[in-house]
């Protein structure tokens, strides 16, 4: 009998303090950053922050914690992105 073995899914999320301070938890990867949006994943899928000045405060992978400084104007998660990483995505 095979066994459906799930991942299991780190723990998750964001404190946004002024709209000027977010800290996330549960962070796997930065995809990608300039001063208007920044590409985050999670396990819960990937999260896009858009705003303005915005820059990486803190960033602490192997903890999963990140902190973003700027005006924040929008958060917006998508799907899950497919497996395999940035690595794999740079060589298709």
Do not use: A, P
């Given at each position: 009998m095979a066994e459906n073995k799930q991942k299991l899914q780190s723990p998750?999320?964001?404190i946004l303090e002024n709209r000027h301070c977010l800290s996330?938890?549960?962070?796997?990867?930065?995809?990608s950053f300039d001063e208007e949006t920044v590409v985050i994943y999670t396990d819960y899928g990937e999260l896009n922050i858009?705003?303005?000045s915005l820059h990486i405060n803190k960033l602490s992978l192997d903890l999963g914690?990140?902190?973003?400084e700027g005006e924040?104007?929008?958060m917006i998660y998508t799907e899950n992105r497919p497996s395999g990483g940035f690595m794999s995505r740079l060589f298709r």
């Open positions: 998750h999320s964001l996330l938890t549960g962070v796997s990867e930065v995809g858009r705003g303005k914690e990140v902190t973003v924040i104007i929008s």
